[in-house]
């Protein structure tokens, strides 16, 4: 009998990141992605003693966001009593990012939240998001956010996952670029 014959390899971190960006990991047919990233203060000037002072005044954030199909979960580890939701936008310009629907949260007593949203309402893009938290719900204050990642949706599908904006894992060979038309315009959102 002929089986399969199968290489044992070890692989860094950022190899099998690549690896499952490129390929996905099939749950089905649809590519899964998994990325851990950690809060800084929403200043554009923050120097790195700044950085250390947020860190150590407040637990370190960490949030940890994966997706498959239609569903993009994220989850949020720190302070409780602290406010969080995914931000969206077709480019990395800060003015650009805005809430994605159903995904603002709180981080409970024990130091978790998460929320699960559907990204069937996304036609095709490429599109950048990145957790924000906040010290109320009014997002006025204490504000920090992660890096930004990239995801690409077919028909409200993940079908891919370049990596973070700074250290993207696959090139980009086209863009495709996307608007946010109103829910009641069509039930879709697309992003410009």
């Not at 809430?99 to 130091?111: D, K, L, Q, Y």
């Not at 990642?149 to 894992?169: A, L, N, P, S």
């Amino acid at each position: 009998m002929g089986g399969l014959k199968m290489k044992q390899e070890n692989k860094t971190r950022r190899e099998a990141l690549v690896l499952i960006g490129k390929t996905g990991f099939l749950l089905g047919t649809a590519p899964y992605f998994l990325v851990s990233l950690v809060t800084t203060p929403r200043n554009a000037a923050v120097t790195e003693d700044e950085q250390d002072l947020h860190h150590e005044k407040q637990k370190l954030e960490k949030a940890v966001i994966s997706g498959s199909g239609a569903k993009l979960t994220v989850k949020v580890y720190g302070n409780p009593g602290r406010h969080f939701f995914l931000a969206v936008a077709a480019n990395d310009l800060l003015e650009k990012y805005r809430a994605f629907p159903g995904s603002f949260g709180t981080i409970n007593a024990r130091g978790t939240g998460s929320v699960i949203m559907n990204t069937e309402t996304i036609t095709n893009s490429r599109i950048y998001l990145k957790v924000v938290t906040g010290e109320t719900n009014k997002f006025n204050s204490g504000m920090a956010e992660t890096a930004a990642f990239i995801i690409i949706t077919q028909g409200g599908i993940i079908k891919g996952f370049e990596g973070v904006v700074d250290r993207q894992i696959v090139k980009r060979s086209a863009t495709c670029a996307a608007t946010i038309a109103p829910p009641e315009a069509s039930g879709k959102y697309q992003l410009h």
